[in-house]
């Protein structure tokens, strides 16, 4: 049975029932990959011709549903079919691990947003943008984004307490320095892409605001000079936070734009009113080679999404994580 391989117009032949991120690897055909149960979303490909059977489940970008998208490792192939494979040069393989952290520091960024900052007793191999999965016992667990790079000596997380949130409810009252906390990961596939040399829009809804931190350090730490154009919606001005983080990337990083947006009673001066897709339809005509990097609430990365794919992004340029509640 043919498997023709898109972008690289590559046929290999498998057996009926082949999984399909085997059928990859064994057929030396670059893809990423790392924790093998269908929970990370990195091995995201999008089947263009013929039928799959799909063990995958909900995928991690919901945004996708509908457009031939599945995970390599729970496909199994059944007839002969097209696949669209991601970039090849931005191929990242990350096997996921778990390790032991212990929390070394819980500080409040704003009324309801809290530091979390975790030292591993072990690294882990990361992609910026990328989170992992915290379990502070096992009653509660929650996965959160890093803010920070691969190579930190401690891992940063961004914590919105939420009202009568179970796992949020724990961090803000039992959690203490010096507990240790399980790691495991990486998961998620809105990483950062080093090969792209054009524009970047990244969109940040509260503490979206993490990852993005991590992609824009990430750009600064690989020396790429791409133009950015960065929306960080809150929903008033006791929600902003992070800006002395954003200015030192902007020190550094020039062709960096940070736009505050606002939903209602921001500082005019400083700030923007509004929703960020309103801020954007403003700013933006035609977004055609642009790569967007979308982290927040799932309203918010739909509505976003949508916005980006009206002005020209296609949906494979489109790295979006949606911050499900999953019982916070």
Known sequence: MDILVQPLDRVIRVQPGTNLLQALQEAQVPMSYSCMAGRCGTCRCR??????????????????????????CQTYLTEPCTIEIPEPDEVVV??????????????????????????????IEFSPGQYVQLQFTPQHIRPYSMAGLRGDEVFEFHVRLVPDGRVTG???????????????????????????????????????????????RGVVAQGMANPIDLYFGVRSPRDVYGLPALEALQRVHPALNVHVV????????????GLVTDAIEQDHGDLAGWRAYLCGSPPMVEAVTV???????????IHADAFYAQGT
């Open 47 to 72: 089947v263009l011709e013929g039928e799959v059977m799909d063990g995958g489940g909900q995928q991690q970008n919901p945004l996708a549903s509908g457009e031939g998208y599945v995970l390599a």
């Open 94 to 123: 990350h096997p996921a691990r778990i390790v032991k952290g212990t929390v070394v520091a819980i500080e409040a960024l704003t009324h309801d947003i809290r530091r979390l900052v975790v030292r591993p007793v072990k690294p």
């Open 307 to 317: 916005v980006a794919r009206c002005k020209g992004i296609e949906v494979a340029y």
């Open 262 to 273: 606002v939903a209602s009673g921001g500082d005019l001066a400083t700030q923007r009113c």
């Open 170 to 216: 724990y961090i803000a009252h039992d959690l203490k320095v010096g507990d240790t906390v399980r790691v495991s990961g990486p998961l998620g596939s809105a990483y950062l892409r080093r090969q792209h040399d054009g524009p970047m829009l990244c969109v940040a809804g509260g503490t979206g605001l993490a990852p993005i931190l991590s992609i824009l």
